[in-house]
């Protein structure tokens, strides 16, 4: 049996044409919604979650072509555009009668937050990035032989066929690399969660490639164009990142203050699935950061 958020009620909403997203919802008051990276699903926010939720509705979806949410065909560039996915959360908490809500993302799910921000800043309240660079800047800082460590991403960003072909020959193998090698505590993802991320993997690795293609591609073409406008977030930010900057030759933090006037950033001691591994440093955080 997959694994669930106890407390936590599930529901599919309609966000677009041909897509309704699986989510989580729990708890009372100010509304907050929490997105998933990868290899993961919304069952990363499990133990964060419910910490949450006892002052706030918090919202867990799957994003679109991951977990039990809709995978459209990728027939367009926009259709896993950031800009696309970001419409989605948008449209989910209207649906659940929020015009107005904060926003968390960790790893994919950040970048969608970010864009989010971007797109509809009267509708983000706050936003919280969990250990991701915005696009532009993951692009700029991956260079020489320390790019190694985003393979991945530049497998992904190939044209269609090839690596959809080559991830699902073995797909098991290629997810799982990731939930071993970006973990520092094993015992934080479960036998249990760790076969339901696998499988949900396994059921998406087109949409999964074409998420991370169009952030190779219609995602630098949306985020230049803020770039170049001088747009910049509006709401308080807070960026939680492991101190993988130094390690890369970069200050994570001026990366982000230029996207980000108001920002509070922090690394946090954990591997890359933070949420799992030290979820009650980022249920405070998070906390601190809707008090702003």
Not at 255 to 279: C, I, K, N, Q, Y
Request: aromatic residues 8%.
């Amino acid at each position: 049996m997959t694994p669930v958020i106890p407390g936590f009620d599930y529901q599919r909403v309609h966000v677009a044409d041909g897509v309704s997203l699986n989510v989580a919802i729990g708890g009372s008051g100010s509304p907050i919604v929490l997105l998933h990276g990868f290899p993961e699903t919304h069952l990363m926010w499990r133990h964060v979650a419910a910490d949450l939720a006892t002052d706030h509705t918090v919202i867990v979806p799957d994003l679109r072509g991951y977990g039990a949410s809709d995978k459209p065909a990728e027939t367009g560039p926009d259709v896993y555009s950031k800009r696309t996915m970001a419409a989605d959360i948008v449209a989910l908490a209207r649906a659940l009668g929020h015009e107005r809500f904060a926003l968390a993302g960790h790893d994919r799910g950040a970048l969608v937050a970010f864009r989010a921000a971007l797109d509809h800043p009267e509708t983000i309240t706050h936003l919280a990035s969990l250990d991701v660079l915005p696009t532009l800047e993951m692009w700029d800082v991956l260079h020489g032989t320390s790019a190694a460590v985003g393979f991945h991403l530049y497998l992904m960003a190939q044209p269609p066929g090839l690596p959809e072909q080559m991830i699902a020959a073995s797909s098991d193998a290629f997810f799982g690399y990731f939930l071993d090698i970006w973990t520092n505590d094993p015992q934080a993802i479960p036998a249990d969660v760790r076969a339901a991320y696998l499988d949900a993997c396994r059921n998406a690795v087109p949409s999964i490639v074409a998420d991370y293609r169009a952030s190779a591609g219609i995602d630098v073409i949306h985020d230049q164009a803020d770039r170049d406008a001088g747009n910049r977030l509006r709401m308080p930010v807070t960026v939680l990142q492991q101190d993988w900057g130094a390690a890369l030759g970069f200050d994570a933090a001026a990366l982000w203050r230029a996207w980000a006037p108001d920002l509070h950033h922090s690394t946090v001691t954990s591997g890359h699935f933070m949420a799992e591994e030290a979820p009650a440093d980022i249920a405070r955080a998070i906390c601190d950061l809707l008090t702003r």
